[in-house]
């Protein structure tokens, strides 16, 4: 379901002039970092536009909608954004769609009853008293956070539609569509912004194991032993090797001498 | 620059004749000073402080009417002390008869009307307590259009003036929580212009000086007629549009109990989601540094 590269390469990490570096992964594609970064920029636009009018009694609304020109102009800025917002998501789902026709990628996005026991493995982890699961392609963690996204993403975009064309809406539905759309438009909005803000800058800002930045999302690439630390079960596939047990895993992720981040914390 | 200046020469006694009479100049020596007030036979008192400067831009100074064409017969050396009606009250209904001696039409329309049915009750409003007498602006003013939330609200606002009609004092915060509140707040504290396209304010629906209770059938609130009040802005609206608009009632089980299930799912979920994710966040921080100490 998720947009995957087809086959993530495993790099020697011998760059041009021949050089050693840490070895890499190639953990997303080009057009994964892409679609990232526009749904980033158009998030935070909508957000600017989108608050002040739930928040319009607030001073800081009043000078956010002055920068913008005025109400109006506010409106249409994200109006525009809401489109182009729409357009990634269909684009993002035809492209799901036809991989998962075409059989060219795994689904790693899909939930499966791993990611259940995983969650409550990793609660145990952070209380002491079991190990850190072993994780593949995506993390339950990221999982829930592409599914919030993505239902998100429809609610926001569908409500949204319903309010800015309600002529058209109320000419087939009952009028008490729109302010139920507004009802959810705003509320979804404010949840997303709020799991956003602590749950996603938490996980790539100030998660002690990551802390400040998280750059693969932008470089695309990890390295090798953060690969093996963070989704030994997908390294071992890329590699060919079968999947780990728990003592090589949780070795691995601590070689003999050098202590890696975390100590095999995560 | 003359306009800003005249004000100026009028309190100086130099006659404008294109905007004023000369007598306004006279009127204006004594009640030009702020502050004077006189107190009424029935209790609390009366402004009689005129701002030159604000009704020189009023539409009557604009239109060349002086201080004597409402206050008739008055002259620079009448008695001081003496006023022609003992209340509030009984002033603001002397003067709209004054308003009704030119503007005719508007007095009948409103006599008509809920707010003019009963001149002698001091909860209804005159002409006077909607509009600023010595300081008329053109009715199509986009400030003007923007003001009537505030203006309305004014009374109807007011639990003890409400309450003896049973009238809500939420239907200004309902209007203001909708869509078109929202807009004529930021285009009242932002610079609207006349050529700003406004968002309805409470007169848009209700109409002006023709406005009937809810339940009159000439109402244009009512719900036989409201589709058409929604259609003189929102060309084309189809019959179902006016449900959308929740008539200034709050989303509960028994009205909009579709807008009201959606707020108690937001209500649950999101402080389910966030303490939730807030609980992991915590327990992930406690095991690192638990870790790193050890």
């Not at chain 2, 002390?81 to 009984?90: D, F, K, M, V, Y």
């Amino acid at each position: 379901m998720s947009a995957d590269p087809r086959t993530p390469a495993v790099r020697t990490g011998a760059n041009a002039e021949g050089e050693s570096a840490a070895p890499q992964i190639v953990r997303f594609s080009r057009a994964q970092r892409i679609e990232h970064v526009l749904v980033m920029v158009l998030f935070v636009t909508l957000c600017v536009t989108g608050f002040p009018q739930k928040f319009y009694t607030q001073r800081w609304a009043e000078v956010l909608v002055g920068a913008f020109g005025g109400i109006d102009q506010t409106r249409l800025i994200h109006h525009l954004a809401g489109y182009v917002l729409a357009i990634v998501t269909v684009i993002h789902f035809a492209s799901a769609l036809a991989a998962m026709l075409t059989r060219s990628r795994p689904f790693s996005m899909m939930p499966t009853r791993k990611d259940f026991e995983d969650v409550f493995r990793q609660l145990r982890h952070y209380l002491g008293t079991d190990r850190q699961p072993l994780y593949d392609r995506y993390t339950y963690k990221e999982k829930f956070e592409y599914w919030g996204l993505v239902m998100g993403n429809v609610i926001m975009i569908t409500t949204g539609f319903v309010l800015a064309f309600p002529l058209q809406v109320t000419a087939l539905l009952p009028g008490v569509l729109i302010p139920a759309a507004k009802m959810a438009h705003s509320n979804e909005g404010l949840m997303a912004l709020m799991v956003i803000t602590f749950w996603h800058m938490f996980n790539v800002h100030l998660n002690p194991e990551t802390f400040p930045i998280d750059k693969v999302i932008f470089t695309g690439k990890m390295s090798r032993e953060r690969y093996a630390h963070e989704h030994p079960l997908e390294l071992a596939r890329l590699e060919g090797r079968p999947p780990p047990s728990e003592e090589d895993a949780h070795a691995a992720a601590a070689p003999s001498g050098v202590a890696p981040r975390g100590e095999g914390d995560r | 620059m003359l306009r800003h200046l005249l004000p100026v020469l009028a309190l100086l006694g130099v006659a404008a004749p294109a905007l004023a009479a000369d007598g306004d100049a006279a009127c204006l020596e004594c009640h030009g000073e702020p502050g004077m007030t006189a107190d009424l036979p029935g209790g609390g008192s009366v402004p009689l402080f005129v701002d030159g400067k604000q009704f020189q831009a009023s539409v009557h100074a604009q239109q060349g009417m002086s201080c004597t064409d409402c206050h008739a017969g008055m002259t620079p050396d009448h008695a001081t002390g003496e006023l022609s009606a003992p209340t509030r009250r009984a002033l603001s209904k002397k003067s709209s008869e004054v308003c009704a001696s030119c503007h005719d039409q508007v007095a009948e329309t409103f006599a008509a009307s809920v707010h003019g049915s009963a001149p002698d009750n001091p909860d209804l409003p005159a002409c006077s307590e909607c509009h600023d007498v010595h300081r008329t602006v053109d009715t199509s003013a986009a400030r003007l259009a923007l003001q009537t939330p505030l203006l309305c609200g004014n009374c109807h606002t007011d639990e003890k003036r409400m309450k003896k009609y049973g009238i809500s004092t939420n239907v200004v915060e309902t209007y203001l929580a909708d869509f078109h509140g929202m807009v004529t707040t930021f285009q009242r504290e932002g610079a609207a212009d006349e050529r700003t396209r406004l968002a309805a304010t409470c007169t848009d629906c209700h109409g002006v000086h023709d406005i009937r209770k809810t339940d009159d059938p000439a109402s244009r609130v009512i719900a036989a007629n409201l589709l058409q009040t929604c259609q003189r802005c929102h060309e084309g609206a189809p019959p179902m549009f006016p449900q959308a608009w929740l008539s200034h009632w709050e989303p509960s089980p028994k009205r909009a109990p579709a807008v009201w299930a959606v707020l108690q799912f937001y209500r649950f979920m999101i402080p389910f989601m966030m303490g939730g994710l807030l609980l992991q966040i915590g327990l992930h921080v406690w095991r690192s540094a638990r870790k790193k100490t050890r």
